[in-house]
């Protein structure tokens, strides 16, 4: 194999890679505007919040945000992370009476 024909390999698998990272980032995007939209949390804190059910629930950040979606869309989820989602959005709600 030629050093352009190596090369060229790379860069596909490069460019792969990278359009999986894109789909991924706007998946993870468009789950926080669901969370903000459900907990009434700022965009930090619904990062946060995803961030904290993804460690909890041993799920990839992008894998529970689309599941995040699924469920906007009137889908299922699952008890585990439908419960953390509850005690992080009370996590991160901010209460000015505390």
């Not at 990278?18 to 998946?27: E, G, K």
Request: glycine share 6%; with cysteine.
């Amino acid at each position: 194999m030629t050093d352009l024909a190596v090369e060229n390999e790379r860069l596909e698998a490069e460019c792969g890679q990278l359009q999986q990272a894109v789909t991924s980032h706007a998946v993870i995007d468009q789950a926080i505007g669901v969370v903000v939209s459900l907990g009434k949390v700022a965009p930090e804190e619904a990062w946060r919040v995803l961030r904290d059910v993804s460690q909890r629930t041993n799920t990839k950040v992008a894998t529970l945000a689309q599941h995040i979606l699924t469920f906007a869309q009137g889908g299922d989820l699952s008890e585990p992370e439908r419960t953390e989602l509850h005690q992080a959005i009370t996590r991160y709600t901010w209460h000015p009476t505390r």
